[in-house]
T-cell receptor
Framework: EAGVTQFPSHSVIEKGQTVTLRCDPI?????LYWYRRVMGKEIKFLLH????????ESGMPNNRFLAERTGGTYSTLKVQPAELEDSGVYFC???????????FGSGTQLSVL | QKEVEQNSGPLSVPEGAIASLNCTYS??????FFWYRQYSGKSPELIMS????GDKEDGRFTAQLNKASQYVSLLIRDSQPSDSATYLC???????????FGGGTRLMVKP
């Protein structure tokens, strides 16, 4: 069984540019989560999808971040325009049910210069 | 005050010793707690979950939860160099959809 895959693994962009991160959850996992870790800080929750619906986006930092999960399969997280403070590692995770073990992807290292 | 706190380490133990990792949390509502292991540049991997007061053992790992003291710990017996990693403590909210992570403790097991 394939795990959670994220693409790209690394992205280096300039301030003001747009970046789109992609996450493919484990097949059959309705729950998909985005987390991120900025330098020196804890991993923090961004949002939670159940299938294609946003269940909780309380962790999204501002309206420069847009997450989608069309068709309830893969998800994208777009940052537009990117700012320096957006640099960090963005993790995606999935689970079949709530309160169940989360499987994490290996993350996208985003560097905004 | 951070919601989930861990000593960043590094915690250095000799091979074969017991490594003791600690975590405190501030939200009394949290009922479920998790320990993740993360190797450098890799994804966090769940190694233990605990929901009730007391101890839970799985192989060389023992998780301990004390809700009155709002304290979670992870013991690793017979530590191996391959256990060297960052260990993340996390609390799950009541809705069951959001993990709050501590900053992680870096463990180094020296041969």
């Amino acid at each position: 069984e394939a795990g959670v895959t994220q693409f790209p693994s690394h992205s280096v962009i300039e301030k003001g540019q747009t970046v789109t991160l992609r996450c493919d959850p484990i097949s059959g996992h309705d729950n998909l989560y985005w987390y991120r870790r900025v330098m020196g800080k804890e991993i923090k929750f961004l949002l939670h999808f159940v299938k294609e619906s946003k269940q909780d986006e309380s962790g999204m930092p501002n309206n420069r971040f847009l997450a989608e999960r069309t068709g309830g399969t893969y998800s994208t997280l777009k940052v537009q325009p990117a700012e320096l403070e957006d640099s960090g590692v963005y993790f995606c995770a999935s689970s079949r049910y709530l309160n169940e073990k989360l499987f994490f992807g290996s993350g996208t290292q985003l560097s905004v210069l | 005050q951070k919601e989930v706190e861990q000593n960043s380490g590094p915690l250095s133990v000799p091979e074969g010793a017991i490594a003791s990792l600690n975590c405190t949390y501030s939200d009394r509502v949290s009922q479920s707690f998790f320990w993740y292991r993360q190797y450098s540049g890799k994804s966090p991997e769940l190694i233990m979950s605990i929901y009730s007061n007391g101890d839970k053992e799985d192989g060389r790992f023992t998780a301990q939860l004390n809700k009155a003291s709002q304290y979670v710990s992870l013991l690793i017996r017979d530590s191996q160099p391959s256990d060297s990693a960052t260990y993340l403590c996390a609390a799950l909210n009541n809705a069951g959809n959001m993990l709050t992570f501590g900053g992680g403790t870096r463990l180094m097991v020296k041969p």
